[in-house]
């Protein structure tokens, strides 16, 4: 009975050292595992929503937006009446304004009155003056309240989430990517992430206010590799990563807002999403501001995991200054509420990154 004894004692060790080191093993992979995800941002980031459901191809519907009335210019103020002194004479124009006062003007005949007084007969206005004359009071409480909820033609929250693959220095890539879109009131969150496995991550996220019409970015805000570099975007300056302040132009977005911005556009009927056309926007990225425009260069037909999409080809023109050597080509498909099912990131010669929809949720 003592061999036996000794033998399972001795296997018992065994197996407690072999669970150590397994244990050791599992901890160090969760330390690792630990460092591939997203890391945290100088940005405080909203809630990630409850999505209720799973978008679907269907046919396109073209939202269409409230125009803001035009702003009256203010009236120039009058020039003051300049005073001369001239010689005392007879005060002739005050008796003749005095005279014309007291003089009753002549009364029109009563048949004028009486017509005048009839309301005339409602005529309905044409189509064309119909369209060009000012709303009514409702009409244009309506039109307020409508431009003042800021959320009727744009989206509900939304995620998209991708499939990633592209090379790096001739290797092979695999990850997965996502785009999301939040809002709460008049604010909005627009965020980018890509994850590189094992290699990197990165992200791109945007702040700021939205409208009826158009995107107003605050706060954008690059992570890659846990390194953060940003922007800040005023009324009339944009202060850079490096400090510099600069104008700001007109409708400005940044890297991230960008592709809520195009999609919103096209899906309003601002942009039309045709072969041959281009849109150009302003964007701030870290280190400067260029004036980016992209060519509708063809439509094709994507194999995705949602089924067979027609999607619009956007890609860029080469900047005639640029900061560095990344490029995005951008695929819009109309029948996904004008969203991008995918993208391609191009830098250099040295990677390429493809991302092509898998899945999009809503709330």
Do not use: C
Not at 63 to 86: D, E, H, L, Y
Not at 246 to 274: I, K, N, W
């Amino acid at each position: 009975m003592a061999g036996p004894d000794r033998l399972t004692t001795g296997t018992r060790r065994g197996l407690l050292a072999l669970l150590a080191v397994v244990l050791a093993g599992h901890f160090a992979a969760l330390q690792w595992a630990s460092g591939l995800r997203m890391p945290a941002g100088t940005l405080r980031t909203m809630a990630p929503p409850m999505y209720t459901r799973l978008l679907a191809p269907q046919a396109p519907v073209q939202v269409t937006v409230p125009v803001a009335a035009p702003r009256k210019p203010k009236p120039k103020p009058k020039a003051a009446a300049r005073i001369t002194a001239t010689p005392s004479t007879p005060d002739t124009t005050t008796s003749t304004v005095a005279q014309e006062q007291a003089t009753p003007p002549p009364q029109p005949p009563a048949s004028e009155v009486v017509a005048a007084a009839q309301p005339e007969a409602p005529v309905a206005p044409s189509p064309e003056v119909a369209a060009s004359a000012p709303a009514s009071p409702a009409s244009s409480a309506a039109s307020a309240a409508g431009a003042a909820n800021a959320g009727d033609s744009w989206p509900a929250d939304t995620r998209l989430r991708y499939q990633l693959s592209g090379t790096f220095r001739g290797g092979p890539l695999y990850g997965s990517g996502r785009v999301l879109w939040q809002r709460q009131g008049t604010r909005y969150q627009a965020r980018v992430e890509v994850e590189v496995t094992p290699f990197a991550s990165f992200s791109m996220t945007s702040q700021g206010e939205v409208d009826a019409v158009t995107l107003q970015p605050s706060d954008y805000e690059e992570l890659r590799n846990g390194k953060p570099r940003g922007l800040k975007i005023g009324e009339r300056e944009v202060m850079l990563a490096n400090s510099v302040v600069v104008p700001r132009p007109e409708g400005v977005q940044d890297t991230a807002s960008q592709f809520v911005e195009l999609s919103h556009r096209f899906a309003t009927g601002r942009e039309r999403l045709e072969v041959g056309r281009s849109v150009s926007l302003w964007m701030a990225r870290p280190g400067a501001i260029d004036l980016w425009t992209y060519d509708i260069v063809e439509r094709e037909m994507l194999d995705t995991k949602l089924g067979r999409v027609e999607a619009f080809h956007l890609r860029p023109r080469p900047l005639a200054n640029p900061h560095g050597n990344i490029y995005m080509d951008m695929w819009f498909a109309p029948s996904l509420q004008y969203l991008p099912v995918r993208v391609r990131v191009g830098m250099g010669d040295e990677a390429t990154v493809d991302l092509l929809v898998e899945g999009i949720d809503q709330r």
